[in-house]
């Protein structure tokens, strides 16, 4: 594997960076955190049918760029640089989802509206007990129909569609996990929109009763693919968690180069020095980490989903410590609400845990390994 | 047509090296026979100047000489130790008569050198070095006291770096200059490490003397000399990993080679250890069990993410490079990176021996091994520049963060030292 971005990739990243640098300032997140929707519908079509980012993963036969994982990888770190508020990671790791699971005749009718962006659509996996595995998964479908509640649905609120994760008990006594598609404004389907310490991301709580459901891509168990799904989507808020944190240093070494205490700028003190220093250990490491599981997804290497587990625990940790070491350094402005620093400090917070925390993908790592 | 040119270019050296050594080469040879063609002819640092032992050879070209080595075994010039230090600073700060008496000398083999620049008083302010060399008229005297020094007891020569000006600011006050070892006034003495070894020395100085034609440079110049020695010692430690190892090769000259080299490596022989020895890790976590503890899994996680990440970060480095683009910060995170590895790695292994992590040798889980693991590792984040280096490195040079104000400006003679060698 080639480890380096290749010039269109840059380009790319260029372009991202402008984009959200001018879309997404600190003033916009402020605005649209506070609103019910969350995002900017007219961003969300310039992103999406004008620059086609919605369409990055997604194969050309489905009206997709057909791009890779590092692409999209690129994109993420670019959004999470700016905290840019919109469903982008909902859709992304929904259309991963139907590219994994749907059947041709699916995936054609599904990706197109997802890839210009008309559709919103999420993914809804997880449930009260707030565990990450698919042991966990008890909404159950029968004959079609599903019963039974999903928690931290990412943007369920705005999305057109919702694929949902079901367990299906069979007359055998067995059970198998598969996937199904609801329009979000289906009858018997009630969404909540749930308090978060970080509302530049909305989650929902979503409530089946009796509501009709479609079936995607046949009747087989689908687990495995819940899990490849799973690893992917990891893959993508590892990414965007980079960008997140090299903000963060980027911040905490200009403001100790600005901010004078004893005569002296605090960043020639190597207490503030040192823990600079290791903050860029930190980001760069996890960085390595996103792009090679990025470029892993990319060449469908088997090793992807240890890769998934490393790629994530590693992000999560390193954008925590250097969210806590950014405001610590910050001093007392760093903790009022006018100075942004709490912004990637919930966002930290919030991504450290979401799809999984350290520990648990460090587990799932070494389960994976040993087997 | 440029490339064209550059792949004639490339068959025509392939086919003289290739020819030569047809000619020349001898398996049956002693090393020191062999080197002697080598260095005469050119072809043992063909990217030298011609008019010393080299053959004025693009740096790009050379890998075709090597491969053209390595495709019959043929022995290279020694490249031991640091007598390629010294040579590098030889051929760039040297006058002639200091090249054409040292420098065939350290290709052949035949004289051994050491480096004398760390003290007991200046560790990481390696400038702060106070062993003195004072002009009697007719030669320099020194006297002061070097440690870290590899190779101190068996070497012919040092690199020394001395203070020749007490007046002159900090760095200014350092001349070089190349030093006998072979005289009453230098005695070395082995360095015994926490962990047993000792692979370093200290070398004291009582009156040593330095001929005046044995200065390196000007005076006052040494410092900018020493960088010269340092850049070169950061690429032959990546040289030296690929050269010593051992071919099972039979004939005289492969004997005499393996001789060489297992002198010189003996003082790294624990070096595997010291880096915490994270190959070792699954294997022995499944040995004891404790791969079913999920502490230990986490913890072994956490090490495979440190170790990785590292590793992906040094190729992150070496694409960037390779592709002609400017290297990233990532480039000078690894020393950080392989401390905080070896420092995890540790205590991983404690994790896993328990209570046998107090057991060494025969007692010991792996025969030691891990003990030694365990009394080694502390070495990481220490020597060729602690931790605390780095960072203020990274924070200055990669981040561009503020300097600390400096206590050292000034006539050297003012600034706060350490207090001076105790005799030996």
Redesign the interface.
């Known amino acids: 594997m ?3 971005f290749n010039e269109e990739q840059d380009q790319l990243r260029a372009t991202a960076q402008k984009f959200f640098a001018d879309k997404s300032p600190t003033a916009e997140v402020r605005r649209l955190m506070e609103t019910q929707q969350g995002y900017d519908p007219v961003v969300w079509t310039q992103l999406s049918s004008e620059l086609g980012f919605t369409a990055t993963h997604i194969p050309e036969v489905y009206g997709g760029l057909g791009l890779s994982y590092t692409e999209l990888g690129i994109l993420f770190e670019e959004m999470g640089r700016t905290l840019f508020c919109a469903p982008f990671l909902a859709t992304a790791v929904a259309a991963t989802a139907i590219m994994n699971v749907a059947t041709e005749s699916e995936k054609s009718q599904l990706l197109p509206d997802i890839a210009t962006g008309t559709r919103i659509a999420t993914l809804a996996v997880f449930e009260t007990s707030g565990q990450w595995g698919s042991d966990s998964i008890k909404l159950s479908a029968k004959n079609a129909r599903l019963n039974g509640t999903k928690r931290y649905v990412l943007d369920g609120h705005i999305a057109d569609l919702v694929i949902v994760v079901a367990r299906i008990n069979h007359a055998s006594g067995a059970d198998t996990i598969g996937f199904f598609l609801v329009d979000g404004d289906a009858p018997g389907l009630t969404r909540r929109t749930v308090t978060t310490i970080d509302s530049t991301r909305k989650l929902t709580q979503l409530e089946f009763v009796d509501v009709s459901a479609r079936r995607l891509g046949g009747n087989h168990d689908q687990e495995a693919k819940l899990a490849a799904t799973l690893d992917l989507a990891a893959i993508g808020l590892a990414n965007e968690m980079v960008g997140g944190a090299q903000h963060l240093v980027d911040e905490t ?1 200009k403001y ?2 600005e901010r004078i205490q004893f005569g ?2 605090i ?4 207490a ?3 823990k ?3 903050m ?2 930190d980001v ?3 960085k ?2 996103a ?2 599981a990025s470029m892993a997804a990319a060449s469908s290497d088997p090793e992807l989903p240890v890769l998934a ?2 790629a994530k ?2 992000a999560s940790e390193a954008y925590m410590r250097i969210a806590a070491e950014c405001l610590q350094i910050h001093g007392g402005i760093g903790f009022t609400w006018d100075n942004d620093t709490h912004l990637w400090f919930k966002r930290a917070k919030s991504s450290e845990v979401f799809f999984g925390d350290p ?1 648990y ?3 799932q ?2 389960a994976r ?2 087997h | 047509m440029a490339p064209l040119m550059g792949m004639l270019e490339a068959e025509t050296l392939r086919n003289e090296v290739r020819l030569w050594l047809e000619t020349n080469w001898d398996p049956t040879s002693s090393l020191i026979e062999w080197r002697t063609k080598l260095a005469e002819s050119g072809w043992g640092m063909p990217t030298w100047p011609s008019q010393w032992f080299g053959k004025d050879l693009p740096l790009a070209l050379n890998p075709i000489v090597e491969e053209e080595f390595a495709r019959i075994n043929a022995v290279s010039v020694s490249r031991s130790g640091i007598r390629l230090l010294a040579a590098a600073t030889i051929l760039e700060h040297g006058n002639d008569a200091q090249k054409s008496q040292y420098l065939r000398r350290i290709l052949t083999g035949e004289d051994t050198w050491c480096q004398l620049f760390s003290e007991p008083g200046s560790g990481s302010d390696l400038a702060g070095a106070i062993t003195r060399a004072d002009f009697d008229g007719t030669q320099w005297i020194i006297n002061g006291q070097k440690v870290w020094t590899t190779s101190a007891h068996h070497a012919d020569y040092g690199l020394l770096l001395a203070r020749t000006d007490w007046e002159a600011p900090k760095h200014d006050g350092l001349s070089y200059f190349v030093i006998d070892m072979h005289q009453s006034g230098v005695s070395v003495h082995p360095l015994k490490q926490m962990n047993g070894h000792a692979s370093f020395n200290q070398v004291f100085f009582t009156d040593a003397v330095v001929a005046p034609e044995s200065l390196v440079d000007r005076i006052g110049n040494g410092w900018k000399v020493a960088m010269t020695t340092l850049m070169h010692e950061r690429r032959s430690a990546d040289a030296l990993r690929s050269v010593h190892r051992d071919r099972g090769l039979q004939g005289r000259i492969y004997d005499e080679e393996r001789d060489e080299t297992a002198t010189v490596m003996e003082p790294y022989k624990w070096y595997p250890q010291r880096a915490g020895r994270v190959d070792l890790v699954f294997e022995r976590a499944i040995e004891t069990g404790k791969i079913e503890d999920p502490v230990v899994r986490q913890a072994i996680a956490e090490l495979m993410i440190k170790a990785r990440t590292a590793e992906w970060t040094a190729r992150r480095a070496r694409a960037a490079q390779q592709q002609g683009r400017p290297q990233g910060p990532e480039g000078s995170l690894g020393k950080l990176a392989a401390s905080n590895v070896a420092r995890h790695a540790s205590k991983v292994h404690t994790m896993i021996s328990g209570s046998d992590s107090m057991l060494g040798d025969e007692d010991g889980p792996l025969a030691g091994l891990i003990a030694e693991i365990l009394i080694s590792v502390p070495a990481t984040s220490i020597a060729g520049g602690t931790d605390e280096i780095q960072r203020n490195i990274i924070a200055e040079r990669v981040l561009g963060m503020p300097k600390e104000p400096r206590m050292d400006t000034g006539p050297f003679r003012d600034v706060m030292k350490n207090p001076g060698p105790a005799a030996p």
Request: net charge neutral; hydrophobic share 45%.
């Open positions: 080639q480890f380096t070494v100790a180069a002296r700028a960043g020639s003190f190597q503030i020095k040192h600079c220093a290791d860029l250990l760069e490491m996890a390595s980490a792009y090679y587990n490393l625990a590693s520990s993908h460090k587990e790592l070494i390994w040993h």
